[in-house]
């Protein structure tokens, strides 16, 4: 079965850092594009920041670009996502997602797999 496990999200002050990871099994890892994603409340899902198994390019959302940062030991089948200065609006549920021929601009409903997702709360 695929499965994507997402962990390491929590409570944490504005300004402070968290490190999410999500660790990958059921298919091969190395063939996906990854990903993650947030959805904050009533809002859409968005794209955070992606990594492209192609060229191993890496995209982000610019309200996260520079705070940011997607990496992904392939070894572990594990994706990680520091995020440090963190604000309240980053306060959502992030969602790790692989994706098989996908791409950053086709957004996270071009995504095949979904972990269940992991809660971020940043207070002011």
């Known amino acids: 079965d695929v499965q994507l496990q997402a962990s390491g999200g929590g409570l944490v002050q504005a300004g402070g850092s968290l490190r999410l990871s999500c660790a990958a099994s059921?298919?091969?890892?190395?063939?996906?594009?990854i990903g993650w994603f947030r959805q904050a409340p009533g809002k859409e899902r968005e794209g955070v920041s992606f990594?492209?198994?192609?060229?191993?390019?890496?995209y982000y959302a610019d309200s996260v670009n520079g705070r940011f940062t997607i990496s992904s030991d392939n070894s572990k089948k594990t994706m990680y996502l520091q995020m440090n200065n963190l604000k309240p609006e980053d306060t959502a549920v992030y969602y790790c997602?692989?994706?098989?021929?996908?791409?950053?601009?086709?957004?996270?409903?071009?995504?095949?797999?979904w972990g269940k997702g992991t809660l971020v709360t940043v207070s002011s």
């Open positions: 997602a692989a994706g098989y021929g996908s791409s950053w601009y086709d957004g996270w409903r071009a995504m095949d797999y």
């Open positions: 059921g298919f091969t890892f190395d063939d996906y594009n």
């Open positions: 990594i492209s198994t192609t060229d191993h390019s890496t």
